[in-house]
């Protein structure tokens, strides 16, 4: 039998699928006829490029970046310079209308008749520069002299398992938090269905602010508070930059594992010895399991100018959308069935990656525990003449599946670092659950 949560997202695929006539019109919102006035997103990237001076040409594109350099007299010498903004200043409300312009589905729609959800990805990283450029907007200048990238992805919440390939979707969101040169960007997506918007899920991205030429930190405005509710919001962000702070130094890549997670090891360890021989060269893989070497996945892009973001780089939101799509490919083999996303978690961007790049990314199953597969996808750059490996992104998602999944089984000491660290981000992912 499957979960009863499985079995009401089955039911409404099942009836999606094969749904005509006034189902569809359930979809349009009556905010998204034709004639609004707010953002579509397919003109957020376009907004993106007139504020930083950017073009859609190639040549005239990298033309534009060099002219950027002269944009670093207009900086900040301290965040003090910079005028207070508000949360409202930053507030932005974009629109996705799959339901009232269908055109629009079929970028979207995967073969399931969902929407494919690395587009949403895309979608997210694009609207939290945006909102960050709200936020730093100097109205005096014609283009802003800050690059505002993405640091991480702190955490993305489904509250909905199907996102509708024919109804209209919003995105609103704003500034929550900022630092003296980053900013937390918080989004929430809703879709039209049934004649009401629900929520589909949440989003927290931090961004940080570059000179023109991005290579090194600039001062971003103030954010003035307006009342207790935008002080727990922004206290919410100070909590979250602990906690990001604390993860990281307590990183299996830093320090040893606690003595709880040595007991997992050695236990783990223990279940794959032969009995027979009772040799640490012979190794038994237990029932209902399987090795963790053979939960991988990998991939391979060449990085084109196509890809490119408003800074001559290859545009995060491409990035996560490839991570998502392996990891969710790679979970669906492990497990025999499809897979539901349940969270993304803690993505680091590292280092940008530059076109022309050989992107090579690894998908590894590092984690189950019932129904449940935590999946990490590791992205490098190779750099092709000097044969050099450089780490740019790494991944994390959480997904859902309608049976129980076998127990995957470490063999080295690596591959039981990348077990620990997948438990560690499920268990985070469950406590918001």
């Known amino acids: 039998m499957f979960p009863p949560r499985i079995l009401k997202i089955a039911t409404a695929l099942t009836s999606r699928a094969f749904s005509v006539g006034p189902v569809c019109l359930q979809g349009k919102a009556p905010d998204m006829a034709e004639g609004n006035s707010h953002l579509l997103v397919t003109n957020v990237r376009n907004r993106l490029r007139e504020i930083v001076g950017a073009s859609t040409n190639w040549k005239d594109h990298q033309q534009a970046m060099a002219e950027r350099a002269s944009l670093s007299e207009h900086l900040a010498g301290s965040q003090s310079e910079l005028p207070a903004k508000t949360m409202k200043d930053s507030e932005i409300e ?6 009232t312009q269908p055109s629009l589905r079929e970028k979207y729609l995967n073969y399931h008749n969902t929407v494919r959800f690395g587009r949403i990805l895309e979608d997210l990283d694009s609207l939290a520069v945006l909102i960050c450029y709200s936020h730093t907007w100097n109205k005096e200048l014609d283009r802003s002299p800050l ?52 929520p589909v899920l949440d989003a927290t991205f931090v961004m940080v602010a570059r000179d023109p030429e991005n290579k090194r930190a600039a001062f971003v405005n103030p954010l003035k508070l307006q009342g207790p509710e935008e002080e727990k919001i922004f206290q919410q962000g100070e909590i979250n930059k602990k906690r990001r702070v604390d993860l990281s130094t307590a990183s299996l890549l830093k320090v040893a594992p606690t003595a709880e997670e040595r007991t997992i090891v050695h236990s783990l360890f223990l279940n794959t010895l032969d009995t027979k021989t009772v040799s640490f060269r012979s190794r038994i893989l237990p029932p209902n399991s399987m090795w963790m070497e053979d939960a991988k996945m990998k991939g391979l892009e060449i990085c084109h100018p196509q890809e490119r973001n408003i800074f001559n780089r290859i545009f995060g939101g491409f990035l996560m959308r490839k991570a998502y799509e392996l990891g969710w490919a790679n979970a669906c083999a492990f497990a025999g069935s499809r897979p539901i996303l349940v969270a993304v978690d803690d ?50 998602f959480t997904f859902l599946v309608e049976k129980a999944v076998p127990a995957v089984v470490p063999q080295s000491y690596g591959e039981s670092m990348l077990y620990l660290d997948g438990k560690r981000h499920f268990n985070e992912t469950m406590k918001s659950q």
Not at 94 to 99: A, E, K, Q, R
Not at 370 to 388: N, Y
């Open 94 to 99: 974009v629109h996705l209308p799959l339901g």
């Open 147 to 198: 690059s505002i990238v993405t640091a991480l992805v702190d955490k993305i919440d489904m509250r909905k398992n199907i996102i509708y390939p024919d109804c209209d979707i919003k995105f609103t969101g704003h500034v929550t938090w900022v630092g003296k040169s980053s900013i937390e960007a918080k989004m929430h997506m809703t879709q039209f269905h049934d004649g009401a918007y629900s």
């Open 347 to 396: 993505i680091l961007f590292q280092k940008p990656v530059e076109i022309g790049s050989l992107l090579l990314l690894s998908s590894q199953v590092c984690y189950t525990e019932g129904e449940h597969i935590q999946v990490r996808v590791h992205t490098e750059v190779l750099d092709p003449l000097t044969r050099q490996h450089s780490t740019t992104n790494v991944f994390h």
